[in-house]
C-alpha cells in the first residue's frame, strides 16, 4: 500500500519500536538536527499525550492503578487521544507546512493492542483509520528502532526509573509487540525504515540523517 500524505506542504514522521528500544532518545536527536539544517518549524508530539486531553489519557493509561484496565478499554483510549491530537493539532501543523514529528501512533497501537494483547486487527485497523481523518492523516515514513525484547527489557530496568502499567508486562507481551511490528515493517516496506537498535545512538542517528537528508533536500 503506498501512503501519501494528502497535504504536500507538511512533513509527517512517526518513530516505532518496543519500550526500551530509543526510539524517544532519536526523537530528540532528529529534532534538534532538523532544527539546524532547515527552515521550516519542527513540532513533536508524543502518543499517548501530544495535548492537554491527550495527557491526561496518557496518566490514566499508564497509571499501575489501573491495573484491572479492560484490553478493549486501553484499545479506545489510545484512540480517543489520537483522533485529538491529529484533529486540534497533527493536521493543522502540517496545514501550516510544517514538519510533524510523532513518537508512537498507529502502528504502536496496531502492535500492542492487537498483535499483544490479541484484539482484532481489523477492527483496530478501521479504529485508525476513523482517528486519522479517513486516513488522511498517515506518516510518509516510519523510522522502525528494531531491538529483542529482551535487550529493551534490560533497558527498561537500568533506567532506575519507576516502571509504568505498560512497561510492567512480562517478555512474552513484549515478544508478541516485537513479532508485530516485524511483520507490519513487512507489510508497509514503502512507509517503513527498520534500523538495527543494537548500533550506537549515533550510528543509528546517522541512518536516520541519510533518509532525512535524501527526504528533503538536504546536502
Known sequence: ???????????????EGIDGCGKSTQVKKTVEYLKRVQD???IVFREPGGNEIGEKIREILLNKKFNNMSNETELLLF????AQLVKNNIKTELDNGNIVICDRFIDSTTAYQGYGRG??????????NFATL?????????????????EAE???????EEINRMEKEGI????????GFKKIAKNEKDRF???DGNNSIDNIFNKIKIKLNTNLGIK
Not at 119 to 128: K, Q
Not at 134 to 150: C, Q, V
Not at 154 to 160: C, P
Open 134 to 150: 479517513d486516513g488522511e492523516i498517515i506518516p510518509e515514513f516510519t523510522f522502525f528502532i528494531d531491538l529483542s525484547p529482551i
Open 40 to 42: 521550516k518549524e519542527v
Open 1 to 15: 500500500m503506498n501512503h501519501e500524505l494528502k497535504n504536500k506542504n507538511g512533513l509527517f514522521i512517526t518513530f
Open 154 to 160: 534490560k533497558r527498561v530496568h537500568s533506567r532506575g
Open 193 to 195: 525504515i527498520t534500523i
Open 119 to 128: 484484539l482484532s486487527i481489523n477492527f483496530i485497523n478501521s479504529l485508525n
Open 79 to 82: 484512540i480517543a487521544n489520537r
Open 172 to 179: 512474552d507481551f513484549f515478544s508478541k509487540i516485537y513479532n
